[in-house]
């Protein structure tokens, strides 16, 4: 026992050995530790940012298309004939579905 005498007696104590044992545990084995942690969210940032841009110019292109419906009274003809299947009360509607053709 005559290393004990050489240690200095902070680092013998029990509750800073197991704080610094915690420490090191759930820095960097723990399943959310941060290192890892950091580079997951760091990840899940950029697809979140990817999406936003995506849904941004979704939401151009719907702005665009709206604007161009409340201008245009034949366009907004054609979008409802196409789109929802609407008719005159004069015409009549036909469906045809084109089957896949076997080669």
């Excluded at 960097?28 to 941060?34: G, H, I, L, N, V």
């Amino acid at each position: 026992m005559k290393f004990l005498g050489h240690i200095p007696s902070w680092l013998k104590n029990k509750y800073l050995l197991t704080g610094v044992g915690f420490t090191v545990w759930i820095l960097f084995f723990d399943a959310r530790d941060f290192i890892t942690s950091h580079f997951r969210e760091k990840a899940e940032l950029q697809k979140l940012e990817k999406s936003k841009k995506y849904y941004e110019q979704q939401i151009a292109n719907t702005r665009q298309e709206l604007d161009q419906l409340k201008n245009n009274p034949a366009l907004l003809e054609k979008y409802a004939r196409e789109k929802y299947l609407m008719k005159r009360d004069n015409e009549d509607l036909f469906l045809i579905h084109d089957e896949a053709k076997p080669e």
